[in-house]
């Protein structure tokens, strides 16, 4: 179905990899309209508790791929039509994306890593925001997310330096959830998805909302939201579930509902 992306769904679990691995996963326009229909399909299958996001062979993602953009184009409409609606997607997708950070992300590909709820980094994996190498500007949202993990003078220094963060760096700045090993990463990935594939899926949406509108929004604007979504929250079927279990002292069974 897809030509440069890959996309299965196993017990609960969707797999969206990178495809293009001789052009180490870099993203071409092609690439740009199915990643953002995999997001979509994973998002409709109610089958789909959790997403992990990766890319085949050495890299996870290296970047635009510069020979797709060569000649005559609009670097605004590039960022605004191929990058943008997919971090916006990825954001807002009311599931945990888990990234299986696999290998080099750089540019675009750093900005996709950081737009996961979780990354799970190799030691084998690195991150560079590698723009200011061909005299660009972060884009894909990484002026956004870097600042927000690292603070804004360490993110200056990475985003002007290009400098690459390799996995115990990356660990201690805050920008991954946990590293492993290259030969433990696809069991450290499913430690994580062991745990949401079973979680109220639901509940994991709205929180995945509000911490998104916290860093800009007021306290009593976050209260009144926090309210509304315990709202939602409270008329599920896994709240119920939940203080059932709570009081017949077992192991909560979470539909995701």
Do not use: W
Not at 121 to 136: A, H, P, Q, R, T
């Amino acid at each position: 179905m897809y030509e440069t992306i890959d996309y299965s769904v196993l017990d609960k679990v969707a797999t969206i990899a990178l495809n293009r691995p001789d052009a180490y996963n870099a993203f071409n326009k092609k690439m740009s309209v199915e990643l953002k229909s995999a997001f979509k399909k994973a998002k409709k299958d109610d089958n789909v508790r959790v997403i992990v996001f990766t890319g085949e062979g050495k890299a996870f993602c290296s970047g635009q791929d510069l020979k797709d953009v060569s000649g005559d184009f609009s670097f605004e409409q590039v960022v605004r039509e191929r990058y943008n609606p997919i971090i916006q997607y990825m954001r807002t997708l009311p599931k945990p994306i888990i990234c299986k950070l696999n290998g080099v992300a750089a540019g675009a590909g750093c900005s996709f890593a950081l737009a996961s709820d979780i990354i799970v980094m190799s030691d084998k994996g690195s991150l560079i925001e590698v723009f200011i190498n061909i005299g660009l500007v972060l884009d894909s949202g990484s002026s956004y997310f870097l600042p927000r993990l690292v603070g804004s003078s360490k993110a200056f220094e990475l985003a002007t330096t290009g400098q690459k963060v390799k996995s115990e760096e990356a660990y201690r700045l805050g920008l991954v959830n946990k590293i492993c090993s290259h030969d433990m990463l696809d069991n450290t990935v499913k430690e994580y998805t062991d745990y949401y594939k079973s979680a109220p899926t639901k509940a994991i949406g709205l929180i995945k909302n509000l911490l998104n509108k916290s860093s800009n929004s007021s306290l009593k604007d976050i209260l009144s939201l926090e309210a509304e979504y315990q709202e939602l929250a409270g008329r599920s079927k896994d709240y119920r579930e939940g203080v059932n279990a709570f009081l017949e002292k077992r192991e909560a069974k979470f539909i995701g509902e």
